[in-house]
């Protein structure tokens, strides 16, 4: 059996996962032939499930013609072809795309991008970044020092950049005060990023970063009504930029292509990834507001960055025809409604849930906190490890979702993020819940509660 002998380096030292050997739509197939519904797409990736013959032909067809080429030396058809797919009708006045290899690539080149525009506009003192705790922004070691979860944050604590600092979080649920209305909370917010900006010199803030929704950390936190704009008028005051995270919350995942659409306002930056190429290759993408290559092509000529793979060819065309397949199948509609049956599945069968505090999300992205107690709204142990019962439960129970754990402060909290995929059935929607609700239910009396 691999299990035991696995010379792969897996998440968990002590345990190697099960062999998955194929994909049909929402299910994966395990070597043993169990099957598997998809309820995450791993941590929000397979927007189009598993499989997906148009996409497998289309990698094939320019796996056919030409797998790879260097960007120092050619560009390439899907390439372009998909840059003109996600901003040749400039959305937001986001007019460029920067394609690499995945999220935190994604982030790391947004910052670098934001301090050389302002070095190449005569303003180098800006080197500050401010972002929000339990934020997400991905490992490599810029884009974790962007984000703000304790416990990822911890062993590497010496090696993070000082130039990120960190906000409160608009995470209604455990953040507003019970006195505060949803307004006052947003006016609160508002001032404790202003205040930052002043402890550190607004004139030396390159940009806020924050993700639309907050994934993998929190749960799919949306924001409250209000919050993005508010942000975005501090940073147009201050002439610092506002960085997008959008690498789970986006294209599509929340029924529209860009999470920002729901919020009245535009990134300068964006990072984009999971969504965009659904799984089928490694690949995600920076989005830059035109102004800020302008700048840099008038100015130095080059974006002082780059990567081994960038826009490679696969991973492009595997894109390309994902975002078509969205695009020709009408899929946004179709997250939006899913959306409202998960919802609404999910408040008839945890609504008045002992231990599940809060239901959260838009679209095709969410989740529910499991609490010790609703009134207190007090987290269970973290030692019992509730969210890794749940996930195993759940496996059992035939459900992948994506449970985690330090949901309130990167230390204690549990929650589970379901992210079906955007050709979820009807009845798959019915299954995930059955059986997550199943799922939570074992968990929980495996601790006694
Ligand atoms: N940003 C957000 C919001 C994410 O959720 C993630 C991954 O979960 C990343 C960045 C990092 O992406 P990747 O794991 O592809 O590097």
Redesign the pocket.
């Known amino acids: 059996m691999a299990a035991r002998n696995s010379r792969v380096l897996h998440r968990s030292l002590r345990e190697t996962p099960p062999l998955a050997i194929g994909g049909e739509g929402a299910w994966l197939i395990a070597r043993d032939g169990r099957r598997v519904l998809d309820a995450s797409g791993g941590?929000a990736v397979s927007c189009l499930g598993h499989q997906h013959p148009r996409v497998l032909d289309a990698i094939a067809r320019q796996a056919s013609k030409l797998a790879y080429a260097h960007t120092a030396f050619f560009s390439s058809e899907p390439a372009e072809e998909l840059a003109d797919l996600l901003v040749g009708h400039e959305p937001g006045g986001l007019a460029c795309a920067y394609f690499v290899s995945?999220?935190?690539?994604a982030?790391e080149a947004g910052i670098k991008l934001a301090r050389q525009y302002f070095i190449e506009r005569g303003e180098a003192q800006r080197r500050h970044f401010i972002a929000r705790r339990q934020s997400?922004?991905?490992?490599t070691l810029g884009?974790l020092a962007a984000g703000g979860n304790a416990w990822r944050r911890e062993p590497y604590a010496p090696l993070l950049s000082s130039a990120f600092s960190h906000v409160t979080p608009a995470f209604a649920y455990h953040e507003r005060r019970d006195s505060e209305t949803d307004a006052d909370f947003v006016a609160r917010l508002a001032a404790e990023l202003e205040a930052e900006f002043q402890r550190l010199g607004p004139e030396t803030v390159a940009a806020f970063i924050a993700?639309p929704v907050v994934?993998?950390t929190a749960g799919c936190v949306p924001a409250p009504e209000g919050y993005f704009r508010r942000v975005r008028e501090i940073c147009d005051r201050h002439g610092a930029l506002l960085v997008l995270?959008e690498?789970?919350c986006g294209m599509g995942r929340t029924g529209t292509t860009h999470a920002w659409e729901q919020e009245g306002v535009a990134p300068d930056i964006q990072?984009i990834?999971?969504g965009l190429g659904g799984g089928y290759q490694p690949i995600?993408a920076m989005l830059a507001r035109g102004e800020l290559v302008e700048t840099i092509r008038q100015g130095s000529g080059a974006f002082q960055h780059g990567h081994t793979y960038l826009a490679h060819p696969l991973a492009c065309a595997a894109a390309l025809e994902v975002q078509r397949v969205i695009h020709d199948e009408n899929l946004l509609d179709q997250v939006r409604e899913r959306g409202k049956q998960l919802e609404r599945r999910l408040t008839e069968r945890f609504g008045n849930h002992r231990h599940v505090g809060d239901i959260r999300g838009r679209g095709l992205f969410q989740a529910i906190e499991l609490v010790a107690d609703r009134a207190t709204k007090a987290p269970f142990d973290p030692a019992l490890k509730l969210h890794q019962k749940i996930k195993a439960a759940a496996l059992a129970e035939g459900l992948a979702c994506y449970p985690g754990g330090g949901t309130v402060d990167g230390r204690s909290g549990d929650h589970v993020l379901l992210a079906p995929p955007y050709i979820a059935t009807h009845d798959d929607i019915d299954i995930i819940v059955d059986r997550l609700g199943a799922a939570v239910d074992t968990a929980l009396q495996s601790i006694n509660q």
């Open positions: 941590a995945g999220g935190s690539e982030i997400y922004h991905g490992n884009a993700e994934g993998a995270d690498v789970m990072a990834a999971k995600g």
